[in-house]
Every structure is written in C-alpha cells, then in structure tokens.
C-alpha cells in the first residue's frame, strides 16, 4: 500500500508541483523557449494532470522509466546497473557496521559504568556526531597512497584474470566500505547498548541469574533476545537509509553507484534520471521497511496475527 | 524544577550546553571576530597553518580561521531556523493530534509515517533541485522534513498524558481545549521539545552539509557545508591541504556532539531508568563484620 | 537438621552520591528442614533483601557481611560463584510478579525444563517429562508447557513459576509476596499450593510477606522483621495471638478489621532511614514502651517464641 503510495508521491513531486519541475530541473542556460516546449511535449506536459498520472502508472509497469538526458540510454537500466554498484559496497560496510555494533553494544551495556563502558559510549558518540563526507575525505586524504581512492576498479589492467578483477574491486571498496561501517557503527552500538541495557533490568534476568546460569548464558539467551526485537527493526531501517545515504560516500570516492548518480543526474539536469533514481531508492527503503515489519512479527510472539 | 536540577548534576549536558552556546555566541558575533576579509585573498593558496593564518589559507588564498567563523554564523542560522519550523509543525501537529484522537490523529500518522518512510537525502535533494537553492529554500526543505519524527514522538507523550487523566479530569471539570492544552499539556510536553528542537538543529546542520556538499547549497553564502564542498572540488585533498577540511568538519562535528549530549541528557533526565541490570561484570562485594557499629 | 543458617547477616547498599544504605543490619535466623516461615514486615523493613542474600542474588553495588549457610555450603564464601552452587538445586525462589519473572519470548515448558538438564539432573528428555508432571502437581494442564507466558493469566503464570522453581529438587523454596497482583481467589489457591507442594515434597519454605492473612495461613513460624533486624521470631499461632514485642502488637491492632467497628489505627512516625547510623533499638522513637535502656540495641531473647526488646525482657509489656 505504501508502495503505491510512494509512487504516487514520486509523480506529485515530479510533475504536480509549482515550481515547474521538469523546466527547473532540466534548466539549461539561455534554452530556447521552442526548446522548452518540445521537452513539455516529449513528458506530455501539455496533457491535462489525471491524464499524465495514468500514463506514468502504465510505463511503470512496463519498466519504462524514460531515457536518461545525458547517456540516451533507458533508465531503468542505469539504474539498475547503479544499484548494483552500490550494493556490495554499501551492504559489507553496514553489515560489519552491524554485526561489531551490536557486539561492542551489548558488551557496553553489561559493563555499563565502568571505564571501557564510558570509552565506548564516548567514541560512539563522538563517531556518530562526525559528518560523513568530512570522514571520507580525512580517510582519503590518509590512505591516499595505500589504498586506491576513487572508482570501482582499475582501468588499466591487462587482461586480467577473475581474481584479480575480484581483488582489485575489493581494494576499491575498502574505504568507502569502511566509511560506511564507522558511520553507521556509532549510532548503532548506542541503540544496542540502551536495548540491551533495559533488557538486562527486567524481571527475568533475575530468575535466569537465580537458576543458577552463568552471566554469558544470561546475557545471551535470556535477555538479548529481548533487545533484539528493537534491534531487527533499525538494522532493516539502516539498510534502507544507507542505500540513499551512500550519496555522500559515494561522491567523494567516485564510487559509481545510485548515490553518485543522483549527483550526478542533478548535476547534468537529467530529469527522467533523477526521476528514476528517486523512485528506486524509494521503493527499496520502503520493502526494507516492510522487511522489519514482518521480522518484528516473527520474532515476537507476543504480536497477535 | 526538579528537571533541572537533575540536569545540573550530568557534566555531559552541561558540556553540551557549553559547545553549543560557545557555537551560537560565535555565529552571532561572527563579522566581529573574524581576523581577515572573506571575500578577497589575504594569503597565497594553500598556505599551511602558521602564526599569521592559524588554520592556512584555502584554494584562492583567503584566510581558514575567518572562513570558518564565517561559515558559523549561516550554519547556525540554517541549523536554528530549519530547527525551528521542524519543531513548530512537529509539535503542533503532535499536540493536536495527540489530544483530538480520531480521524484527525489517524490523518496525521498516515502522513507522518508515509514521511518517515521516505529517504531523507534523496528526496532534499530532489526538492533542493525543483525549488532553487537559496538558503530560504534549504531552511524550509530540511526542516519540513524533520518535523516528522518530532511529532511522532510528542504525539507519544500527549498520549501517556491523556492516559494519566489530567485530560479527562480537566474536561469534566469544564475547562476548554485550549486552556487544558497550556496548562496541562505544554508543560509536560516543554522539555521534550527543547530536547527535540537540540536534535533537530543537529540534524539540520548536518544535512545543510550534505546539500551543499553535492552542490545544492546557497551558493552565496559560506557555510560549513560549502567550505568542506568547496575545498574538496578545489583539489585540496590532492594538494593535501588538510587544513582546509579539517575545520568545517570538526566544527560540524562538535556541533552536533553538542547537540546530541543536550537532547540526549534531556530526553534521559526526564525518563530516569528506574530499575538496574541483574547482571555485572563484578560480583557483590564482601565485608567482614567485626567492626561494631552500634553502641 | 537446620537447612539454612543465616549468621550476623548484614547487606549494605552504595548509592551513585556514595551514601550506602545498610538494608539488613545483623540477622540470625536458622530453618529447618520442611519448615514454614513467614517473615513478616512492612516494605523497606529488608526481608526482601534478606532472601536475595541467602542465594546471593545481591546486585553488584551490594556489600554483605555475616554468613549464609544453606544445605551445609557458604553461599557468600566467594561472591557469584559460590553462590551459583546453590541456586536452583539447593534453593529457589519464586519472585514477585510472576508476569515478569517469566521470560516472554521463550515457551514455559522449556523455561521449566532448561534448568534441570543445565544442572545435568536429567536428560532433554527426562526433563520433558518431568515438566509435565510438574505442571499436573501445580494443578495446571499439560498443554501449558507449549505456551508463551501471555498466553496465561496471572494466575496460571504463578503456578508456571512455582513450578518451576522446584524443578530441580531444591531443599529451600522462598516465596517473595507471591501473590501480590493477584485477586483473593487465586491468592488462597497459590498459598494453598505451597504449603501443600511444601508438605509433598519436604520443602522448607519461607514466605515473605506484608500480609499477614497470608502468614497465618500458611506457616508455623513468624518472624517479624523491622528496620533490618529481626524484633519477634516464634510459632505463628503465638505471634499473632500473643505477640511481644511493641511493634507486632501495634501492626496487628492496626490491620483493619471488616465486620468490627473499629476505629482504623496506626502507628505513629515513620522507619527510620537506613542511610543513616542507628543506635540502639530502631523503634524505639515510636514505641509507646520506649525508656533509657532503649538506648542501646535489644538482643533477641527467650525460649520458642524470642523477641528484642528491652521493655519484654522487663516484663513491661502489657
């Protein structure tokens, strides 16, 4: 439902609004008003709103998203391929964000007061506070001979072989990756630890510790299943919000992918681009949301079917 | 109020408060405290830091020190600003459809979860890309995209109210809506907003960065976010000007730690946990009782 | 024969501003096999406090002194680990509220069962059917054991615990106000269960409660706690009867009686705080008994049915 919701809203954006999206967006300098023209009557502009809506549903569902200004190739495939890049980059970078925040995050919470409990807090928050672009750079700047600093992989290898393509990306990727990971990592560890943190102070964590089992059984079974439940549902909300948030790592590693490209299609004020790109990102944030929705379920018996 | 008190006793808020008073004070007097003229050269390109430039220069050669400073004075205002409208809209619509219940409410987190849901970056960026790029615009775009959460979260509180009876107890007594909304409701509600409104600017500096970082910022104007975006496209990485990203950022960066402790000591001090965790690293402690202690 | 020993028990709490209060300030107390002892006390008087330190269940910001002898092993020697040696197999306890003593996200019967095949008393399977036997002995139906706890009543989860907590053959059952949240009803049927299951099985129970119905009912023995020491200790029939020591008399008088017309009385004043040194006997600012001697601390005295006070020792009570 909110799929449909979402695209609707897409449309609004796009075409309702004041402003004059398509003119404003497609804006090139002293553009002749023929010109202009012809773009409305390419969109279908001059057509009445209800009659535009109906057609933008039909070429959505024919995977038509318009042909993109600057490559004159079909959108939907560009961002497709986009998307791909993305993924794996974005995806290891919040997946070991994850995984070593909830890790920091419950062993915080079971020392909670003492010095490593306080360090960890500290640097999570601090790590949480630093703006992501300025965290790429300060790590580009740093590794700028070590590791490679932009793009996905090397143009000029010589005939290389599958593991070499594999391992040349993957050097590519570690530092967008990792920028990702400490982004994501601070905010995480924080919600882990204050989960775990009232997990731990509940009613049956004393009866676990009363029959006798040992603090890891403790911390493990009996009180995280509890803090996972929260847990569930912001690591499927960090998963959507990385794929929009990878904008800024993208662009300063000329990582390309759908972060870039929104740049990229502002940039070049290519509107049917931009368009598709909007509408992608949208979509798939809103599955990962409906993703947590029905992990939540799952995982808590307490909620009535 | 007791609120306050509590506040006093955390040295994090009162760090918090200290950062961000020290940042508005700066943005204020920001032209007053500037050593060198932003608008021309006062130095070669990339002059590292010495004791005439304390933070270098950047790529045209203009003074770091009075870049940032003046870059604090409209980070601060789109912070403070977009903070302002996010939790104007928030916070009224929170508080009426908290009260009203209903279709009104029902109305309302239909929208706000529709909103929630949708990436932020992307969709400012969009709207940054339609409505032009003025600093009016980017106030007014990021703070209609934040008054989402914070409705949510006041329109929560109005509800543990209405639960706890002042509400109803006032209805019956035939005090009218708005009179129960002052002087049950705001006070309740008051302090979460403050922690909001803090959040909020940090939320918003952040994404002025961002904007202007690929490219959607008020052009016109300095600001953390254009500095940073400037000396990245102007090659300072490659010329390893380090002092010409370094300050933006740290600023950005204790800005929003700032901000963060503030909301955070707030929003903590007003729900104090009650209970403790049954497990601890140490076990309980031993103590011999040899010592009399009564007469 | 006595099957737990408290010895000069004394638990001290350290507050966050450095203050410690001192919870438990000096109790001997001993029970007997299949024993029933009610402690009876108003709250903050520490009988809770005094049943957590017999298992060592003592938060980390806890202190204790004295020592806990329970089925012949010192369960403060060392802190959590020698603690652990006693927990479940050798005592349980059953907490208040049992909504949220039950783990909500694991199914009841496994939360019965895991215990005993971690303390390698049985087998997984074994285990399973004990849980069922178990929740017959409670008085509750075998289709239990595959339910979540809030799929239960209140009532029904109380038995779940109960059952529980025996699972592993313990000596020592505690009971911490196990039935407050819960109507007059069940609350008769859950007293009624423990004294029976107590019987059966040969346990020691002790019963920590305020109400004092629940103490007549269900134990042989009183022990009246205030302010952290232990004021009266006899045969719950000549406690509450024949109660000496000022106190007891004053909390009796003072529970309202439904079909007498009474005034409603209570005691004046209020416990003293813990957090501050006391000297001498701490009711002593509210009795109506108080003299000098008060001034300092009353040892318990007596033959069966002993009480600290001085004015009883004088033969001064009424």
């Not at chain 2, 949510?152 to 005090?175: D, I, M, N, P, W």
């Not at chain 3, 020592?172 to 269960?193: N, R, S, W, Y």
Request: charged share 15%; with cysteine; glycine share 8%.
């Amino acid at each position: 439902m909110i799929a449909f919701l979402a695209i609707s809203f897409s449309f609004v954006l796009f075409r309702a609004l004041p402003g004059d999206a398509v003119t404003n967006i497609s804006r090139v300098p002293n553009m002749p008003p023929e010109a202009r023209e012809a773009i409305r009557a390419e969109f279908g502009l001059d057509k009445p709103l209800s009659t535009q809506y109906v057609l933008y549903l039909k070429e959505l569902v024919q995977g038509n998203l318009g042909l993109s200004f600057q490559t004159r190739q079909p959108v939907l495939g560009e961002v497709l391929e986009r998307v791909r890049n993305t993924i794996p980059m974005v995806g290891v970078g919040a997946v070991v964000a994850i995984l070593v925040g909830t890790l920091i995050g419950v062993s915080a919470a079971y020392r909670q007061g003492t010095v490593r409990d306080r360090a960890i807090t500290g640097t999570a928050m601090v790590l949480y506070a630093l703006p992501v672009q300025w965290l790429a750079i300060l790590l580009l700047v740093a590794f700028a001979g070590v590791l490679p600093t932009s793009g996905m992989s090397d143009p000029y290898l010589v005939d290389p072989s599958f593991w070499t393509v594999l391992l040349d990306r993957l050097r590519h990727m570690v530092l967008p990756s990792a920028v990702v990971t400490l982004v994501i990592f601070g905010s995480f560890a924080l919600v882990v630890r204050s989960s775990q943190l009232e997990a731990l102070g509940e009613d049956h964590v004393l009866t676990a510790r009363a029959k006798g089992y040992g603090n890891r059984r403790v911390i493990w079974r009996e009180s995280f299943r509890s803090a996972l439940l929260p847990l569930v549902t912001l690591s499927t909300l960090t998963l959507g919000w990385v794929i929009a948030g990878g904008i800024l790592v993208e662009t300063v590693f000329s990582w390309p992918g759908v972060g870039l490209a929104t740049v990229q299609a502002v940039g070049g004020r290519d509107y049917p681009m931009l368009q598709g790109i909007f509408l992608f990102i949208t979509l798939s944030v809103v599955a990962f949301n409906f993703l947590g929705d029905v992990l939540h379920a799952v995982l808590d018996p307490r909620v009535v079917e | 109020m007791r609120l306050l008190r509590r506040l006093a006793h955390r040295p994090t808020i009162i760090a918090g408060i200290v950062i961000v008073l020290a940042f508005t004070l700066v943005a204020i007097f920001a032209p007053l405290l500037e050593p060198y003229p932003t608008d021309r050269p006062s130095g070669e390109p990339f002059e590292p830091p010495s004791s005439a430039h304390w933070l270098g220069t950047d790529d045209v050669g203009v003074d770091m020190l009075s870049l940032t400073i003046a870059g604090t004075q409209n980070s601060m205002l789109v912070g403070f600003a977009a903070a302002f409208v996010a939790i104007l809209v928030g916070g009224t619509v929170g508080i009426i459809a908290g009260y009203r219940g209903g279709w009104s409410e029902t109305g309302v987190v239909g929208v706000t979860d529709f909103f929630l849901v949708i990436p932020g970056l992307p969709l400012m960026i969009v709207l940054a890309a339609i409505f032009g790029q003025s600093i009016y615009h980017i106030v007014v775009v990021i703070g209609l995209l934040s008054w989402m959460s914070v409705s949510y979260v006041v329109r929560a509180q109005v509800h543990t109210l209405k639960v706890r009876g002042f509400v109803a107890r006032s209805r019956s007594l035939g005090a009218s809506d708005s009179y129960i909304i002052r002087r049950h409701i705001l006070p309740h509600v008051a302090p979460l907003l403050v922690a909001q409104t803090v959040l909020a600017v940090a939320i918003a500096v952040f994404f002025e960065a961002a904007l202007a970082f690929v490219g959607l910022g008020d052009l016109e104007r300095i600001s953390w976010g254009t500095i940073l975006q400037q000396a990245f496209q102007h090659t300072a990485v490659s010329a390893g000007a380090w002092w010409a990203i370094v300050p933006p950022g740290v600023c950005i960066a204790l800005v929003v730690l700032g901000c963060f402790l503030v909301g955070q000591g707030v929003e903590e001090a007003m729900n104090p946990r009650l209970g403790h965790a049954h497990v601890a690293p140490r076990s309980f402690a031993r103590r011999s009782t040899w010592v009399e202690e009564e007469r | 024969m006595s099957i737990l020993e408290l010895s000069d028990l004394h638990v001290w709490f350290d507050a966050p501003d450095g203050r410690s209060a001192h919870a438990v300030r000096g109790v001997d107390l001993s029970v007997r096999e299949g024993e029933r002892v009610g402690v009876l006390g108003e709250s903050g008087c520490g009988k809770t406090t005094l049943i957590l330190a017999a298992m060592g269940l003592l938060p980390s910001f806890a202190t204790v002194g004295g020592r806990v002898c329970l089925d012949g092993i010192d369960v403060l020697a060392d802190g959590e680990k020698s603690a652990r040696t006693v927990r479940w197999t050798h005592a349980a306890m059953v907490f208040q509220g049992a909504m949220s003593a039950l783990n909500p996200v694991h199914r009841v019967g496994k939360q019965i069962a895991d215990p005993m095949v971690f303390h390698k008393q049985r087998s997984r399977s074994e285990a399973r059917a004990r849980t069922l036997e178990l929740l017959e002995l409670v008085g509750l139906p075998a289709s239990v054991a595959r339910r979540y706890p809030h799929e239960l009543s209140g009532g029904m989860r109380q038995r779940a615990v109960i059952a529980m907590a025996v699972a592993c053959d313990p000596k020592v059952l505690f009971a911490d106000e196990p039935t407050t949240a819960l109507d007059v009803v069940v609350q008769a049927q859950i007293g009624d269960l423990l004294c029976e299951l107590a019987e059966r099985l040969g346990l020691a129970l002790v019963l920590v409660t305020h109400d004092i119905g629940m103490i007549a009912e269900n134990s042989e023995r009183a022990v009246v706690m205030y302010a952290g020491v232990v004021v009266e200790d006899g045969p719950t029939y000549d406690v509450l009867t024949a109660p000496r020591h000022p106190y007891t008399q004053l909390l009796l008088e003072a529970t309202p009686v439904v079909n007498r017309d009474r005034p409603l009385v209570s005691i004046p004043g209020a416990p003293p705080r813990l957090d501050e040194p006391i000297s001498g006997c701490a009711f002593a600012p509210r009795c109506p008994y108080s003299s000098r001697t008060c001034g300092t601390r009353p040892p318990l005295e007596g033959a069966g049915h002993v009480v600290a006070c001085h004015a009883a020792a004088q033969g001064r009570l009424a």
